[in-house]
């Protein structure tokens, strides 16, 4: 596991502004209440087992080979001084391949990607590339954002999390709660947490967790349509707690299961360019 942080990822910020008005509505954000995601649900709650609620969502997923979606990304970390946004690519090939390629006015801002073992992330604008190993903790990180490109392919596969030793499940009317939990050497961590709603089978929220139980990462997600046989979210929201940094992405032309390149998870790194490597 990881979590390493990125100088400067984006090279511009647009901060958002509105007019006043007479009368203010206070609403609370998706981190605090998904009641809305809900509410926007038609039809009958289904009654599962928790083997069925995850052969339901394992199936779902084994559905996704590839994918391939042009996306619209807004970034907010500390450092950003606001809403950051760009447009971009994402990549994605199953179980933990992905590449995420951002840029603004024709100017790449960044290139991270992961082929499951290893993480690379370019910044142009620092002519710096970071690197590490996707199954360590790196306790030395770059200074900036926290963002990581192991848990941004988590967003497209479930079944790591479904993987652990025990799963238990919370049954309310209209969602399901899956908490997914680790007994390895003798200690028992909860390993992630997946809110389903009982009509679709859609998850509508993730979150997975440090050993010390600490929330690592947490996703909504929205606007499910289905692309061939996969079911799909248009909208995902992500943030990551510990470094107060999220990202907020729109899937557009969404192509799925074309065969991808493996060559395009191992990106070459270009001349000139300082790699930094994250230790342990």
């Known amino acids: 596991m990881k979590l390493y942080r990125i100088q400067r990822l984006f090279l511009f910020a647009i901060v958002l502004s509105g007019c006043a008005s007479t009368k203010t509505i206070v609403q609370r954000s998706i981190w605090e209440d998904t009641s809305t995601i809900l509410n926007s649900k038609e039809g009958k709650?289904?009654?599962?087992?928790?083997?069925?609620?995850?052969?339901?969502?394992?199936?779902?997923?084994?559905?996704?080979?590839?994918?391939?979606?042009?996306?619209?990304?807004?970034?907010?970390?500390?450092?950003?001084?606001?809403?950051?946004?760009?447009?971009?690519?994402?990549?994605?090939?199953?179980?933990?391949?992905?590449?995420?390629?951002?840029?603004?006015?024709?100017?790449?801002?960044?290139?991270?990607?992961?082929?499951?073992?290893?993480?690379?992330?370019?910044?142009?604008?620092e002519k710096k590339v970071y690197t590490g190993s996707c199954n360590a903790l790196h306790k030395e990180n770059s200074a900036g954002i926290g963002i990581s490109p192991e848990d941004m392919a988590l967003l497209f596969n479930f079944k790591d999390i479904l993987g652990s030793e025990r799963t238990l499940v919370e049954i309310w009317p209209y969602y399901w709660v899956v908490h997914a939990i680790d007994t390895n050497e003798g200690k028992t961590n909860l390993k992630g947490k997946l809110l389903i709603d009982r009509i679709n089978a859609d998850t509508f929220r993730c979150e997975t967790f440090y050993p010390d139980g600490t929330v690592r990462l947490q996703a909504v997600f929205t606007n499910y349509f289905t692309f061939e046989t996969c079911r799909l979210p248009q909208r995902i929201d992500v943030r990551w707690p510990l470094y107060n940094t999220s990202l907020g992405i729109t899937l557009s032309d969404i192509v799925v299961n074309n065969q991808l390149d493996p060559k395009i998870f191992t990106p070459a790194i270009p001349n000139g360019v300082e790699i930094v490597y994250l230790k342990n």
């Open 45 to 125: 709650a289904q009654n599962l087992s928790i083997q069925e609620i995850k052969d339901v969502l394992i199936t779902n997923n084994s559905k996704l080979v590839t994918l391939r979606t042009k996306a619209k990304i807004t970034f907010i970390s500390p450092e950003s001084k606001g809403p950051v946004t760009c447009t971009g690519l994402i990549l994605y090939e199953t179980p933990n391949h992905l590449r995420a390629i951002g840029s603004k006015l024709a100017t790449t801002i960044f290139d991270m990607s992961t082929d499951g073992n290893n993480f690379w992330v370019h910044i142009p604008s």
